[in-house]
């Protein structure tokens, strides 16, 4: 599960990083940030 997790929050940040220096698509592009940092923060808080 946490590999799954880390590969789910990297997918993630490189979307980000694409849709925000790519296609500028505004606030839309923020959220998945958003879900990157928190699938980060549920593994360190579960321990896995």
């Known amino acids: 599960m946490r590999g ?3 590969l ?3 997918i ?3 979307g980000w990083l ?3 220096f790519l ?3 505004g606030h839309l592009i923020h ?3 958003i879900f990157a940092v928190i699938s980060i923060l ?3 808080i579960r321990g896995y």
Do not use: R, W
């Open 8 to 10: 789910i929050a990297i």
């Open 31 to 33: 959220i998945l940030l």
């Open 4 to 6: 799954l997790l880390y």
């Open 23 to 25: 296609f500028s698509l």
């Open 18 to 20: 694409l849709g925000f």
């Open 42 to 44: 549920l593994s360190l």
């Open 12 to 14: 993630l940040v490189i």
